[in-house]
């Protein structure tokens, strides 16, 4: 049955109820007094009821019409609101939500990113994944929300805030004997062993393609998955580390290191903020996104990274 109602003529219905006048009715709706006649023929026949029945000069409602009635107006109320913008309000959500990143990220900046979050929003439940290459082509699959790492350009299929950028740089102990120098020479990077750090994304492989293109290559001694490690090895010993410059930046803050440029061109880290566009218009995605971009670029700002930061989305 509820396939053969239109739901004009519930509307109809309500202010032929409340006129009991089929003219006064029609103009209520805009609509000409034979087209509302042509409805409440239409009424009668679904309801089976005459509805409104004559009595002198004027339309009284029957019995049934006035069960209907007092049903009506809620119903009406309810589809009024079933398209309404719906509101949100952080400190009643509750649920998960997953965000991944490089170790980096997730040590030096996600923490504030989720105390923020959980400040406003304490019944939400972080949860947090090291990023993974293959995440970029199944983010929706992989249950991930929010994911932070670097990519030469705006990921294809997903909506991204584009961060900033940065140049990589050579890291070192503050003793190394390359430290004092003002710039590095070719033959000198190449002279000593590196460090890479390989959890959570590509870092440093601009630099290998670079070195590729003259004929070249640096001795990887040692591959770690996290900073702390590399961070801990690079204070013992005279290994470099090619990383990008606000991590090296940020690194020199807690630890005696120094950084020199790099003594051959490689193109910059671009660095973004992405999800699934199914989240682009969801309420306590954006404000959680919100919330961590917020986060991540008082954070490129207070160590220099350069940002043109706009929004990018692929519908």
């Not at 609509?31 to 023929?41: C, D, E, F, N, V």
């Not at 990589?168 to 750090?197: E, G, N, T, W």
């Not at 005696?256 to 003594?263: A, F």
Request: aromatic share 6%; charged share 15%; net charge negative.
């Amino acid at each position: 049955m509820l396939s053969n109602i239109n739901l004009n003529l519930l509307r109809s219905l309500h202010v032929l109820l409340d006129e009991c006048h089929v003219s006064r009715a029609a103009e209520r709706l805009h609509i000409t007094q034979s087209a509302m006649s042509r409805q409440l023929a239409q009424l009668r026949e679904l309801c089976g009821d005459p509805l409104l029945v004559r009595d002198g000069n004027r339309l009284v409602p029957t019995a049934r019409a006035l069960a209907l009635q007092s049903k009506l107006l809620g119903l009406l109320d309810e589809f009024e609101h079933l398209f309404a913008a719906p509101s949100f309000v952080p400190e009643q959500w509750q649920g998960e939500f997953v965000f991944a990143s490089s170790d980096y990220v997730a040590q030096y900046i996600f923490p504030a990113a989720a105390q923020a979050l959980m400040q406003q929003a304490p019944r939400l439940n972080l949860s947090y994944r090291l990023w993974q290459p293959s995440y970029l082509t199944a983010l929706l699959d992989s249950g991930i929300h929010l994911a932070s790492t670097m990519l030469p350009q705006a990921p294809r299929d997903l909506s991204s805030v584009h961060i900033g950028q940065d140049s990589s740089v050579c890291l070192m102990r503050a003793d190394h004997p390359l430290a004092q120098q003002s710039s590095l020479s070719l033959d000198a990077f190449l002279a000593y062993s590196h460090i890479k750090v390989t959890g959570g994304g590509d870092k440093d492989s601009a630099t290998d393609r670079a070195l590729g293109e003259k004929g070249l290559a640096r001795r990887i001694a040692l591959q770690v998955p996290f900073f702390t490690a590399a961070v801990n090895c690079l204070l013992q010993s005279d290994h470099l580390m090619v990383v990008p410059k606000h991590i090296a930046v940020n690194l020199a803050k807690n630890h005696p290191l120094v950084d020199l440029p790099l003594p051959l061109s490689t193109e910059p880290h671009q660095y973004w903020l992405m999800w699934h566009p199914k989240y682009d218009s969801d309420l306590a995605h954006r404000w959680a996104r919100e919330v961590v971009l917020a986060i991540m670029l008082s954070c490129q700002y207070s160590i220099g990274m350069i940002s043109d930061h706009h929004h990018h989305e692929e519908v």
